[in-house]
């Protein structure tokens, strides 16, 4: 049965704390199912809870990690703030910012421009610290079961630089790269940044076509694992 952490920092959660959820949904299942294992998947952020659950956890059958970013999300925000021309006018303050996290240090916020206050107010900075210290290449050069990275060429958040960053650090691991597949798994059919962000907000559309054949294969594939 799941437990509350109890570690003393009631005002956040951390990457840590939703891996201890994470290990906690795991040991449920293998509870009620009687499996000997169970396969998690991690999307994004949640590819990095995963790489952190592995840690722990010796009941996974093994990982699928979506979208993941290969390098500490300190350096993957700073790129994205970057890439975009319209920060120009915020950028000092944000890399700044980013800067002090990184070495574990919270930042004045109301001092920052408004439209940074969102991404770094008071209230999730202790969290960003901690997800800052994390390098997923380490996790994953230490995980022993079997792992899938899935990237879509079409994502604009999480580059192929990162999903080989992570192939690298595991030779173990396999590697789908998914063409017109963009960071929400949609499909994407041109370099227009606009009509990719729109498949963010709508529900309507379906997965691009291989996502699901490249996850159900590779696990049907480790059948035994479950075993």
Known sequence: MWQPCRRRRPQFRDDEDYAA???????????????SCVWVL??????????????????L???????????????????????????APLLDQALSAIAHLEAGRRVDAPAMHPAL????????????????????????????????????RRDIQVGIGDAELLRRANSAAQLALLADTNHVLKTVTSDDRTANVATYSDPGLALAPGVVDAIAGFIAARGDTAK
């Open 117 to 152: 206050l969102q991404l770094f107010r008071p209230a999730v900075q202790d969290f960003l610290i901690n997800e800052f210290s994390f390098d997923p290449a380490k996790l994953i050069a230490s995980c022993r079961q079997p792992v899938l990275i899935v990237q879509g």
């Open 42 to 59: 991690g999307h994004s952020e949640g590819g990095l809870v995963v790489l952190v659950a592995a840690q722990r956890a010796a009941d």
């Open 21 to 35: 959820d994470v290990s906690a949904w795991v040991s449920a299942i293998r509870a009620r199912t009687g499996a």
């Open 61 to 87: 059958c093994g990982l699928i990690l979506v979208a993941t970013a290969g390098r500490p999300l300190g350096a993957v925000l700073r790129e994205q703030l970057q890439s975009n021309p319209a920060n």
